[in-house]
């Protein structure tokens, strides 16, 4: 296994950031929870704020 897929859906707002709460998998959380700045997902989508985010987690080698 060289990569992970982890997918979150929206928690709750702050005011400048999104909360996501990763989505069960078999086992234990392996992130749990992430916030990102609003301004960098508007910048994603065009303006949108997304209920669902996947993060891919690799190593720096």
Do not use: C, S
Not at 4 to 11: A, D, G, S, Y
Not at 43 to 56: A, N, Q, Y
């Amino acid at each position: 296994m060289d990569k992970l897929e982890l997918t979150f859906k929206v928690e709750k707002d702050t005011k400048n950031t999104r909360r996501y709460q990763e989505e069960a998998t078999d086992g234990p959380p392996i992130v749990g929870t992430l916030y990102v700045q609003q301004w960098a997902l508007r910048k994603l989508t065009g303006g949108d704020l997304p209920e669902r985010v996947r993060v891919t987690v690799t190593v720096a080698k």
